[in-house]
């Protein structure tokens, strides 16, 4: 799956497209929980790797982003050097997608 690839130095949102319909229409999904978990060697996450997360509007209407901040400093979730799988939970009632989202890569 492609990445994207972070300086160790760096404080940023890593950023996931998420796409919601219900019944074929588009779905507004910013109201639903959403976490993100950062695995390595393609694990699944486990009850503890889940990190909040947040919505932003990505580009376009009806586009929607699952963010989260990683790195160093301003509250960033601090990940190690290496390959990380990206994952995205989002909590709905009654579904609860959990989305492999490829690899985030920290040198």
Known sequence: MAGIVISSLSTVYVQVPVYAT???????????????????????PGSGDW?????????????????????????????????????VKVTDNPEVPVINCGLTVIQ
């Open 22 to 44: 219900i019944g074929g229409a588009a779905y507004n999904p910013t109201s639903d929980v959403v976490q993100m978990a950062f695995t390595l060697n393609g694990a699944s």
């Open 51 to 87: 990190k909040t997360a947040s919505w932003t509007s990505g580009p376009g209407s009806g586009s929607y982003l699952a963010q989260i901040l990683v790195g160093p400093g301003t509250g960033g979730l601090s990940l190690a050097t290496g390959s990380w799988t990206t994952w």
